[in-house]
């Protein structure tokens, strides 16, 4: 049994309204211990330099690295400051935010894996999502001019804000949701990491957060902004399998070889393609994986 498995069946069969709170806060601080001070790999596409620097886990800063550039957390858990980028156009405002308490999320989490009788891999993936649409107040419909307002006001106060503050009031974006993601996921015992990049969607260059995650010698984009929906009406998290190369390499991105990786699916908001990390010359088509039975691992 996996690490992941034996942390899943724990917090099914374990945890309980009396020690739920207790538990949470030990795995959390082992957590926060594991994620201080993430190195964060780089490479500027503008200048052509490559260097590796201590930097803020989920940090992004487009506007000097230029439109290529692609940040990765080293696979951490996130409790300090990251930064976000919350402005509408491509290159907005940088503002620094902190997770907060966000255990409330952790017990949403426990609360659905309690309900999984026999747990697929799937199955998580979807709770981890579920959980963190809830959390935000549902499936990203945020008004951009309201999430820039919020963030100015913060900015004009000289606040650091907290994604925790966030809960219930719908203004959470993909940054702030990819960042609980990782969360959660690492909660679990996944390997994840928190990936801030450029996606092609439907024609349009756009700055993107999401997660890469490791499991069973498998290796997945998730994508908890974006889901798709199926056919009876469910809607679950974009989960697309690539190969460990392409993993890596959108773990650690280097020069001359970067990858682009194209997924397919049905959203809530009709058929999409998305291309993520857009500018490379090199794509891996996920599509028709997508459209096969999917290759379920039980958990239990």
Known sequence: MSKEDEIINFLRAEVNDNNQKVIISEILKRLEVSGANATVKVFDYGSGEKFTRQMKIGATKFGSWGIGGMVSSDSEYISSNIILNVSGGMFGDIVDTTMGDCTDAYEMLIEKLKKLEKPTFEDVMKAVYETTAEYF????????????????????????????????KNLAACVERAALSQNLLKFLGFEAIIKQSQIDNDNKHELHAY????????????????????????????????????????????NGDDVSVKTEYDSVRGHRKIHYNSWSKKVYDATTKAKEAPDDHDIE
């Open 137 to 168: 107040g549902g499936v990203e419909t945020v008004d951009p001019a309201e999430r820039e307002a919020y963030y100015a006001e913060l900015g004009d106060k000289e606040e650091i804000g907290k994604v925790s503050e966030l809960k219930g």
């Open 211 to 254: 997660n890469l995650v490791a499991y069973n010698g498998k290796y997945y984009i998730f994508d908890a902004t974006i889901p798709r929906c199926e056919e009876k009406g469910e809607v679950t998290p974009i989960i697309t399998e690539i190969p460990k190369e392409v993993f890596d390499t959108l773990s650690h991105p280097q």
